[in-house]
DNA sequence: CTGTTAGCGCATTCAG
DNA sequence: CTGAATGCGCTAACAG
């Protein structure tokens, strides 16, 4: 094992001060040429490397930023990981990241880690059940910035990058409406998310606008465990109105779905049309897909939280702090079409 | 903007010593209860928080590791950075990622961000070109440890957790044999990675296990681009003795191989059996899903690797460095059916 | 049981 | 142009 060779180092064998090799380390002016270059040949010969963990100490930055998503398994996640990767990167920052994995507790726990290491931004999308708030004061306090992304909490000052359903949701309505389908069921998520709430609203919005009664037998909702997905569209297939469209929470559940469509002898858009949101991509090449999908851009909302990210980071480094601006994304969801044919 | 307490701000508040107060905060046991609970409350009351930063540029250590994987939002290294995150977490260790876009510069620069961040160890799925590996020589000699996970180099001095492809391979063969299949293609991915090699070797070996002579034109690779995937399915189609199944080096390559086939108005395992090797989570619920596909474990792959790596970080810790031992973890890969009954 | 001191590696202010 | 001194926040060896 070999001693990482520091600034002390370099200076000791050229027999010139410390302070005198960090600067034409850093091509500063003041120094002379020939020293410079001494100091960096030495350094490349030594294999020098700063060290980074003293620098984010002594600098109280740590071009570092946190990224906390529920699943980085899921695809939707995954991809909007690898979009903030890259773009931070690009920016010569680096990715601490955290799975919630739907747990409160977990989030708030990874969330006290970033704080203590003096990250200096974090974008995060919310555990389904996150209730208290309270962290994101201090992380305000202590001017660490948050870009929430996706799933967002129901606060007015905030910074957040996600996506308007509604555009997407009335296009998947206007498409089933046109088919001729009357009884669109829905199959929500759980209602504490604001995700759910605003598949709601938009849903009812959209058949409102088609002059349609909403009928609740035809709203359930599920907790998007395979379980309840599954329970959620047997409680649709018992009513005796069963629907002849379904709209789903999201991809998952839509599979899930289907395959009780399927294993009750009924035929997936034919019997039941399915539309759904996008977090897999993968319909595009399978035989029997939903009519379409509701796609959510997960690259471009991830970048986009990140540019705000930066954006924001870039204004601490200003004298005066002008008055608080909240930037917010919206992305309008739309539909993409995955069949021209019906099955019929 | 407030600024964030640190050990001084309680020692002040109650006029005793920062390392009075350090020692407090750790529980240890010199110091008086009364003391004790006099600083933890002050020290709640502040919101005092350790900086992280401090304690790893002071200790040495980062209490983080380093995941480098060539693209996050692929399936497979989404679940294996998903399972070693969730590992990593519950011994209380950070991670960082970093990307590699199948950009051997690219990943270059990141272990070396990694070398001067001290990260305390590395999971590395080495990108498809690289070459050079003399940074991992240096990274030896420094003493921070790194696993190679599932692209691994030809090195013998080195940690890894990978899947053996043979027994999968076989299992794969055997069943297209029995099928009644002699005729049957590979599209491999690039010759230099080793996974080609050994999906290569595997598939030769498993076919003179039944006494079938290679028929070198039956094997074509692509560099895994939709492109090439494609024109790789094309030139199998334009041989005089076409296969009648397909073995592709993954799931993307088998789902373009298989629009080929249709659009050559052929009939997807009817025609042309496929087996493919699994990346992709969803095979599962498509309708016309290749007769099988060889799981290769990303989760339990990837809990290995990290197991690997902590037993590395712990036993730097020991007094004597105990002759070098090599961990190498081998997943049996194994075959997954998907249908029992064939489409004819 | 507690205070004093020193130092981790580096950038920076102040003196030359 | 360069060196000496300082301190970031924290821990630990050394004194009491």
Known sequence: MEKIPTIKDIAKRLKISASTVSRALHGHPSIGLVTTMRVNKIASELNYIPNKAAISFKQGKTCTIGVILPDFSEAFFASALSA????????????FIGQSLENPEKERSILETMKNHRLDGIII???????NFEIFEQLKKYNIPVVFFDRIPGLNDIHYSACNLQPGMQQAVDCLIEKGHRNI??????SPLEASKERLDSYKTA????????????????DLSST????????LLSLTTKPTAVI???????????AIVKSNNMI???????????????????????????EQFPKEQGIKAAEILFELIDSQLEEVPSAPVFHRALFDASMVSYRVNSVA
């Open 185 to 190: 069921g829905l199959i929500n998520g759980p």
């Open 248 to 258: 789903a929470f999201n991809d998952y559940v839509a599979r899930d779905a289907m």
């Open 207 to 222: 058949l409102g606008k088609h002059g349609i009664v909403i009928n609740d037998d035809l709203i359930v909702s599920s």
């Open 268 to 294: 997936v858009n034919h019997d039941i049309s399915f539309i759904s949101f996008a977090n897999l991509p993968i319909w595009s090449f399978i035989d029997n897909p939903p009519l379409a999908s509701i």
């Open 125 to 131: 999308s919310l555990s389904k059940n996150t209730k």
């Open 228 to 235: 309840q997905n599954q329970y959620a569209m047997r409680r």
């Open 84 to 95: 903030i990767e890259d773009y931070a990167s690009k920016k010569s920052y680096n990715v």
